[in-house]
C-alpha cells in the first residue's frame, strides 16, 4: 500500500482553530477531569513524513498510524506509533551546566552543545501529542487499522508517573485559561521514556524529563515511575526574576482537634487573592496520600478533603489526589481581591515518626496552600489534643489551658509568615522571658534541667547578637523543640526543631571544628533562620541560598563573636573544603536542588551550605565589616515580610557601592565559579 504524501506540514500550517479544540460545552471541573482521565482515539490513518513543532521541541516523523485524541467530543490531540525522532533545546545559558549533567548522570540522552543552546535527542515509536490553546496537525489520509491496543499501553505505561495527571492540568487551562498555551507530549521507545511540557497558565516555561523506575524494594513505591527533570527553562522570562503566582494565600485560620490515635480533622478558612487576571478554577497543594515507615514497611495514610465552602456558604465542586486539590468556584473571582474559602478536612494523617509520642504537621502541604511564592500569610491557629499531649504552634500564645481531656492552644502570628508548623507530643516546658522574647524549650519525653537552662541562656545569647544588625527579635515566643532522632534541625517560623544530641551537656562542650559544627553553631543557623527565611522569604526554590547560606554566614558571625577569630577561620575552611569535595563547580548555587532529583544531596549541600556561604565570605572580605554589616541590616530592612531575590542583593549592593553586582552573581551565583578570595 502507498503511504500519502505529506499531507501533515507543520503544526501551525493545517491546523484545528482554538473555537474547534473547544467547541464542546464546557463542562464543569470533575466532569472536564473525567474527560481527560479517560482519553479515547478517533479513526487512525497511515501518515508519511512530517514535522510537529512547538517551543524548543521538535518532532520528525517518518511515516507511521496516527489518530485524533479526544477528551469528550473535543479533539485535544493526536496519537503515533511508527518511527519518528525528536529533538528539544534548551536555550537558557543559566541551566546549560545542569542540562549537561542531569542528561549526563540520569538518561541515556546525550547533550550537545549547539549555537542555539544545549540540545537533546532521542528516537521515539510511539508518541502522545495533548495541546491546548494553540494549534494541532490535521490527520487526513488513508485509514488503517486501529491504535486502541497500543494506545492503551502508552495510557498505562505513562500513567504510572506519580505526579498529578494531565487531567488536572487541562481541566485548569480549559476552565480557567483557554487561551493559554498547555502542551504535552510523551514519547517511549527510543533509548528513554521522555515527557515533554510546555505551560504558559502561569508563568511561562517549557521542559524535558525523563522517567525512571524507584530504586525503592517497597511494592507499593514499584508500582509508579518518577521522573527526573533533565531541563526546565522559562519563556519569555528571566530566571532572575521571582516567579508571578497565581495566587496568594494571605491569611489562614485552623481550627484542628487532634484524636489520642492517628486521626485528626481541621477546619481551615483561607483568604486568597487571584493575581492579574480573574480565577475561574483554583489549584493548591494538599497532600492526600502520606507515607511513613513503620516496622521497616511503608505505610499509607489519608488526609481526606471532605467539603470546599465559600463565603456565601455554597458548596464547591473540587477534586482531591496527588497531593494537589483543584477546586471551582461559583464564579469567576476578580483579580486583586480576596475571596475566602472554608476547608473541612479529616484523615489519618497524624504520624508518629518510628512511632515516638509526637507528632507534626510539618514544612509540607497539611493545609491548602499555593507555590512558594504565593505564601505570605497571616495565621490563627486553635489546636485540641488528646492528654498527655503538649500542642505547640507558632506565634504569640492567646492562651494555653485544659479542657476535659485535651489541652488546647490558640496562637496568632500578625505578620505575613510561610512553612507554617503545628506539633504535640509528650513534651515537658521550660519558659523563660529574654530581651522580651518568650524561649520556650521543650524536651521530648525525659526532663533534662540542666541542658535545657543552658539552651535557653544560649538562644538569649544568639538572638541579643543577631538584633545588633539584623533588627528587632521577628517574633514574640520562640519554640525550641527536641526531636527523637540524631542530626539534624529546622526551623519554621517561631519554631526551631531540634534532634536530641543538643539536649546532652556533654556533647554541648564539642564545638564546630572539622567535619561536625557543633551544637552552638547549629542554634545560630537555626535561630537565623527566623530573619533568613521567615522575615526575608524565598520565592522559589532558586533562591534558597537566600536562606541557607545566609542563615549560615550568620553562624559564623556569631560564632567569631562568641568564641574567636580561629572558630569562624575554621569555618571558612570547612566551606571551603566540603564545596570542592561536593563538585560545587558542576553545577550553579541557584539550581542547587535541580541535582537532587538525582539523589545528589551531597552536590546540594555542597552548594547551599557551603560554597554559598563561601561566597557570603567573599564578598564580606571585599566590603570590609562595616559596609557588610550595613548591607545585611538594609537587606533585612528593606525586605522585610517580603520575598527576596539574589537580584535585589545585586541592586542593594549597588546602591551601596555603585558598583554593578550583577556580573558577581552572574559568575558565582547563576554561574558556576568558584569564588577566589
Ligand atoms: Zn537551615
Known sequence: ??????????????????????????????????????????????????????????????????????????????????????????????????????????????????????????????????????????????????????????????????SAPLSYDYATQRLDAPAKALVRVEMDGGSDDVIYRRSDLGDGWEGLAILRPTESRDPEMRK???????????????????????????????????????????????A???????????????????????????TKRAERLRKVTDEAGRALEFVHGYDETLIQLAEPAAPERPIKLKFEIDGDFLVSPAGDSYWELGVHDWFPQPSLAGQLYTF???????????????????RRTTEGDENVLETRVDKPICFAVILAGRYTIYEEVKGGVTIRVATYALDNPRAVKQLANLTGSIIQYYEEFLGPFPLPEFNIIEINDIGWGQAPPGTMFITKEAFNPIMTAHTGQGGSRGVNARFAHEIAHQYWGTVVKMPSLEEQWLTESFADYSAALFMKAYKNEAEYKAI????????????????????????AGLNRFDLRYGLLYNKGPALLYALHKELGD????????????????????????????????????????DKYYWGTEMPKN
Open 224 to 270: 509508579f515511575t518518577f521522573q527526573t527533570q533533565i531541563s526546565r527553562q522559562p519563556v519569555q522570562r528571566d530566571r532572575r526574576d521571582p516567579p508571578n503566582p497565581r495566587v496568594v494565600l494571605t491569611d489562614v485560620d485552623v481550627d484542628l482537634r487532634a484524636s489520642g490515635g492517628t486521626e485528626a480533622s481541621m477546619t481551615v478558612v483561607e
Open 380 to 398: 490563627h491557629a486553635l489546636v485540641r489534643v488528646k492528654k498527655p499531649f503538649v500542642p505547640f504552634a507558632p506565634g504569640k500564645t492567646i
Open 572 to 595: 571558612v575552611s570547612e566551606w571551603r573544603g566540603l564545596s570542592s569535595w561536593a563538585d560545587a563547580d558542576e553545577i550553579p548555587i541557584s539550581l542547587a536542588n535541580d541535582a
Open 1 to 162: 500500500m502507498k503511504v500519502p504524501r505529506t499531507l501533515l506540514l507543520a503544526a501551525s500550517v493545517l491546523a484545528l482553530s482554538r473555537a474547534d479544540a473547544r467547541s464542546d460545552t464546557p463542562a464543569g471541573l470533575l466532569a472536564t477531569v473525567e474527560q481527560f482521565d479517560h482519553l479515547t482515539l478517533g479513526n487512525a490513518v497511515l501518515v508519511g513524513s512530517m514535522t510537529v513543532r512547538t517551543g524548543h521541541l521538535e518532532c520528525k516523523i517518518s511515516g507511521g498510524h496516527a489518530a485524533p485524541v479526544l477528551a469528550g467530543d473535543a479533539t485535544v490531540g493526536f496519537f503515533f506509533e511508527g518511527r519518528g525522532e525528536m529533538q528539544y533545546v534548551s536555550a537558557d545559558p543559566v541551566e546549560a551546566p545542569v542540562v549537561i549533567f542531569n542528561a549526563k548522570k540520569a538518561s541515556s540522552l546525550k547533550p550537545e552543545k549547539t549555537d542555539q543552546g544545549v540540545r537533546l535527542t532521542d528516537k521515539f515509536t510511539r508518541l502522545l501529542w495533548i495541546a491546548q490553546g494553540e494549534p494541532l496537525p490535521a490527520l487526513t489520509g488513508t485509514a488503517s487499522t486501529p491504535l486502541t491496543a497500543s494506545f492503551t499501553a502508552q495510557r498505562e505505561m505513562f500513567g504510572r508517573f506519580r
Open 626 to 665: 562595616e559596609a557588610f554589616f550595613t548591607f545585611l541590616k538594609s537587606y533585612q530592612k528593606s525586605f522585610a515580610w517580603k520575598f527576596g531575590t539574589t537580584k535585589m542583593v545585586a541592586g542593594l549592593l549597588q546602591y551601596m557601592t555603585k558598583k554593578d553586582y550583577m556580573p558577581f552573581f
Open 272 to 298: 486568597l487573592v487571584p493575581i492579574g487576571r480573574p480565577l475561574s478554577v483554583l489549584r493548591l497543594n494538599l497532600d492526600s496520600t502520606i507515607y511513613t515507615t513503620f516496622g521497616g514497611n511503608l
